[in-house]
């Protein structure tokens, strides 16, 4: 194994410091600017739309400071415009040897799903300084994406034996065993990692998300101390306050428990600009741009494939758990969450958006493409999925949710290819996902009014495509797939062409590799428990009804 690094040791105050955040500090040369100082400063105060200007106007000057192509690749990072970053950061480590630009490039290249260039740059970090804890960790990070598990595994446990006082470490060495379903080690580890460092508030969702962990009023009364901690950041601040938030709901004080759900979500808000009005404005332009007299005059403008199966839907609403039992199927690979499709439209459709997040605009645009443009388009998306596929099976899923924005789009360029909406009870499905932590991505579930508005904006949408494309999407009602399983699982497979598998019954026994925060649930049989959570929350949900108006009360059908 080699001598590492010195393990985490305490400072003369007694707070453990991290060998993670140590070399996360050695990165960057200090800013000498007092421009992009001052940037830098409103980031570390999630302000960016502070930074932003700033960092704009001084690259006008100078172009290829790669101190401000870092900061605004930063920016275009946290706005989850990846390929934006990625280009940014390219041209940074051209420009300068500093390590901490090619570890950036290399964290981009993750989010953008290219791991075998993030592994490149890793690499090449990693023959200067070998035992260097932060890539090795970054690097385990990559191999478990790639499905690499038991590379990963060797990683995380030499670094936790030569820094065994390491929260960093022992959090993601618990995120590990989790994806696997090793949940009592997963426990274990995290329980490590707070022992270590009680205000490591990241811990403390995380137990959260386990589902089935429950916290004790004395965890309760720990966790309220550490609020108290000076300098606590408003991220620590709201990842205690969701965990608090369920803690309280399980000891059933739902006023207390709303409080701090509630406290969690305007602090995850601020600095977050987010427009309800932009899904319905887009919905409008897909009534209008995609007609019947459209797609008929486009008929065979796409790729032939059959292989994509897509997933859509809203989050929370058991799309993990169809994955997972179309996946018990010997002829299909599940590929969760893949950025492929957004990715694409955003490099290759004039105004397509920030990595499928859909311009307003993007649709209209459709209207000026040809055939080799959708046909160009198909390629660049299978391309990039044929290098995750390792099974050699026909067919993969793709569970990137927001796809139902290219529903059109995908009938386009993959006619034969499958669509499966997944659908949840309105508000089962809303207040599961205020009372969650999103790590990124779902900036509409930080307001109930927001997500009822998102929710119907999006059943209006998809009840637009079942109009002028009869059958073309299948739907899935999760409250309908607890109580009749085998029904509709059997219904799923005839309408995706295959025959049913008995297997996929049993689709808690599938050990694939899960990364999506129902990890748990796919571990398990179904059960009716997920089912009417949000009733005991009833009094304070008022703006989530309002907002979702008669699509609630059509449910699970669609209001005229």
Not at 285 to 298: G, I, K, L, W
Request: proline residues 6%; aromatic residues 10%; contains cysteine.
């Amino acid at each position: 194994m080699g001598v590492g690094a010195p393990a985490a040791r305490q400072a003369a105050d007694g707070v453990v410091t991290d060998p993670l955040d140590e070399e996360k500090q050695k990165l960057f040369p200090p800013l000498r600017n007092r421009i992009l100082a001052q940037a830098a400063g409103a980031l570390g105060e999630n302000r960016a739309h502070l930074a932003e200007p700033l960092v704009s106007k001084f690259l006008k000057k100078h172009p290829n400071d790669p101190s401000a192509l870092n900061l605004m690749a930063d920016i275009a990072r946290r706005a989850e415009r990846f390929a934006e970053a990625e280009q940014l950061l390219s041209r940074c480590v051209e420009q300068s040897a500093c390590a901490g630009y090619r570890f950036n490039y290399a964290v981009v290249l993750r989010r953008l799903d290219k791991f075998d260039e993030a592994l490149a740059q890793l690499d090449e970090l990693l023959i200067k300084e070998p035992r260097n804890p932060l890539y090795r960790e970054q690097k385990a990070e990559v191999l478990n994406l790639m499905r690499r598990q038991d590379e990963a595994f060797v990683i995380h446990r030499e670094l936790s034996e030569e820094f065994p006082n390491s929260p960093d470490v022992w959090l993601n060495y618990g995120d590990t065993w989790r994806s696997t379903g090793h949940f009592d080690q997963c426990i274990a580890a995290y329980h490590k990692a707070l022992e270590l460092a009680p205000t490591l508030s990241a811990g403390y969702p995380r137990l959260v998300e386990l589902k089935f962990y429950r916290f004790t009023m004395a965890d309760i009364e720990w966790m309220e101390k550490q609020l108290d901690v000076p300098g606590l950041s408003a991220d620590d601040r709201a990842n205690l306050y969701f965990a608090l938030g369920n803690a309280y709901g399980d000891q059933e004080f739902y006023a207390k428990s709303f409080e701090f759900y509630a406290k969690a979500n305007a602090l995850r808000r601020l600095g977050v600009g987010f427009d309800p009005e932009r899904l319905s404005a887009y919905r409008l332009n897909c009534q209008s741009v995609f007609t019947e007299a459209f797609f008929r005059d486009r008929i065979g403008w796409g790729c032939a494939s059959s292989a994509p199966i897509f997933i859509v839907g809203i989050p929370r609403s058991g799309s993990t758990l169809l994955e997972q039992i179309l996946c018990g199927h010997t002829a299909i690979e599940g590929l969760g969450e893949l950025a492929d499709l957004g990715n694409t439209i955003a490099s290759g459709v004039p105004s397509g958006g920030k990595e499928g997040q859909a311009s307003v605009d993007y649709v209209k645009r459709l209207r000026s493409l040809a055939a080799d443009d959708f046909r160009s388009i198909c390629g660049r998306y299978l391309d990039l999925t044929a290098r995750r596929r390792r099974l050699g099976r026909p067919y993969f899923t793709d569970k990137a949710l927001t796809n139902f924005w290219h529903a059109g789009l995908i009938h386009l360029i993959l006619p034969n290819a499958k669509i499966i909406d997944v659908r949840r009870h309105p508000l089962d499905c809303g207040w599961s996902c205020f009372k969650t932590r999103f790590p990124t991505g779902q900036p509409f579930a930080d307001k109930l009014s927001d997500i009822g508005q998102h929710y119907a904006d999006y059943v209006r949408l998809m009840a637009h495509f079942d109009h002028v494309l009869p059958g073309r999407i299948h739907r899935v009602i999760y409250e309908d797939l607890v109580a009749n399983p085998e029904t509709e699982i059997r219904r799923l497979f005839d309408y995706l062409g295959l025959p049913f598998e008995e297997q996929c019954l049993r689709f808690h026994e599938n050990p694939r590799t899960v990364r999506t925060l129902s990890v748990e649930q796919v571990r398990m049989p179904l059960y009716r428990s997920g089912m009417g959570q949000w009733r005991p929350y009833e009094p304070w949900l008022g703006p989530l009804r309002a907002a979702l108006g008669p699509v609630l009360d059509a449910y699970p059908d669609v209001p005229k």
